[in-house]
């Protein structure tokens, strides 16, 4: 299993899977690259000069960054062991764009978790359901989060413990596993030269992957892998009536599983119910259609 974190968080926040899912398979994860302790280079955004350097954060850099680490660590002598990608937020729509080049190049995986796929309802795709004053803002805010010296007071002002706690209040809403663990684990990397640079490079992902239109690509191939999605109803950013019509639309799924009052990271906030699903889902029984709860 290779598992993939989320926005601001890096590969310490499966400290509750690693060892439980360790039980049944052989684990790694992995820090995406600008996040954790990965290198953060500086970002060029679309219309900007290359720069010695400088790197285009996006779906496809992060999904590259996969098969290379699966070619090199995982599957160094060749394609045969089977592999499951688990991801939460947007670290499972990289998941499934990996899945995506897997499975061109005839080596796809075993599976794919999504647990609370990030619905990225800011992507220019989807502008047509914004609220108007948020279309007609849209432009001016596209302009102000390119430069630096704003993003740099915001990152500035994000980045402190305080704003990090508060933030997770609402990301676990049951408050259970906020400790300062957690705390630090998060809040460490955002002090590391670079991390900025890769904050810029995310917040101007206006056009990049959907998780629907993956999920519709890996439908349209009869030898796709399986995909399962697991969620918190709570999700205070990533609703679940979503992910439930993502189900009803996209073949691929085979299971969903809502878990009642769990937030946006349900791994770290109830493991205890979350490490027995993944477990079930690796070694899963033939099914021939979706469970859906």
Request: charged letters at 20%.
């Amino acid at each position: 299993m290779l598992l993939v974190h989320g926005f601001g968080a890096n590969r310490r926040h499966w400290r509750h899977t690693l060892v439980p899912l360790s039980a049944v398979a052989h684990v790694w994860a992995i820090d995406l690259l600008g996040f954790g302790a990965s290198s953060k280079p500086p970002s060029r955004l679309n219309g900007e000069e290359p720069r010695s350097g400088a790197v285009h954060y996006s779906f496809d850099l992060w999904a590259e960054q996969l098969l290379a680490f699966i070619d090199t660590v995982i599957r160094p002598s060749g394609p045969e062991t089977p592999l499951h990608l688990v991801g939460n937020s947007i670290g499972a729509v990289v998941c499934l764009n990996a899945a995506r080049l897997l499975l061109a190049r005839g080596t796809p995986p075993a599976g794919v978790i999504l647990i609370d796929c990030a619905q990225r309802t800011l992507d220019d795709k989807r502008v047509g359901r914004l609220r108007p004053w948020e279309k007609s803002t849209r432009p001016l805010v596209k302009q102000l989060v390119r430069q630096r010296w704003l993003l740099g007071a915001l990152f500035g002002s994000l980045a402190r413990p305080a704003v990090i706690r508060r933030v997770l209040k609402r990301a676990y809403p049951s408050g259970a596993n906020i400790d300062a663990e957690l705390v630090e684990l998060l809040y460490r990397p955002s002090t590391t030269t670079g991390a900025l640079e890769s904050f810029r490079g995310f917040v101007n992902l206006f056009n990049d992957h959907l998780a629907p239109d993956l999920l519709a690509e890996l439908s349209r191939h009869g030898d796709g892998p399986p995909v399962r999605l697991l969620w918190g109803s709570a999700d205070p950013w990533e609703d679940p009536a979503e992910a439930r019509q993502w189900a009803q639309d996209h073949r691929c799924i085979v299971d969903l599983v809502v878990l009642p009052g769990l937030g946006h990271c349900p791994h770290d906030e109830a493991p205890e119910q979350v490490n027995p699903i993944l477990q079930q889902w690796i070694t899963p029984p033939n099914r021939t259609a979706a469970q859906r709860t």
